[in-house]
Nanobody
């Protein structure tokens, strides 16, 4: 079992940057593919970015390509999401999640963090 705790959210002006972290417990973090999801006000939760267990492959939703970067440090059991050029429409609760295999499908992620709020002001 994996326990996930996000941090790094906050309030930022449009055009600014934030770096989210997701700390994982247990010794099996490196066995899981990881993903970041977000849920904005009145919206469904959506896939933002995902990365394979090795970090060798990643994928992004079109709306964040070129602005967000997902990465992981298996030695530190930590997943990251670097968010640059933030826009008001990026405002959401961001959650990290673990899956046995790389996927963009929310339902296939087995473990979830509690989420961290990101608010981008215009």
């Amino acid at each position: 079992q994996v326990q996930l705790v996000e941090s790094g959210g906050g309030l930022v002006q449009a055009g600014g940057s934030l770096r989210l972290s997701c700390a994982a417990s247990g010794r099996t973090f490196s066995s899981y593919a990881m993903g970041w999801f977000r849920q904005g006000p009145g919206k469904e939760r959506e896939f933002v970015a995902g990365i394979t267990w090795s970090g060798g492959y990643s994928r992004y939703v079109d709306s964040v390509k070129g602005r967000f970067t997902i990465s992981r440090d298996n030695a530190k059991n930590t997943l990251y999401l670097q968010m640059n050029s933030l826009k008001p429409e990026d405002t959401a609760v961001y959650s990290c999640a673990a899956a046995l295999r790389f996927t963009t499908e929310l339902a296939k992620y087995n473990y979830w963090g509690q989420g961290t709020q990101v608010t981008v002001s215009s």
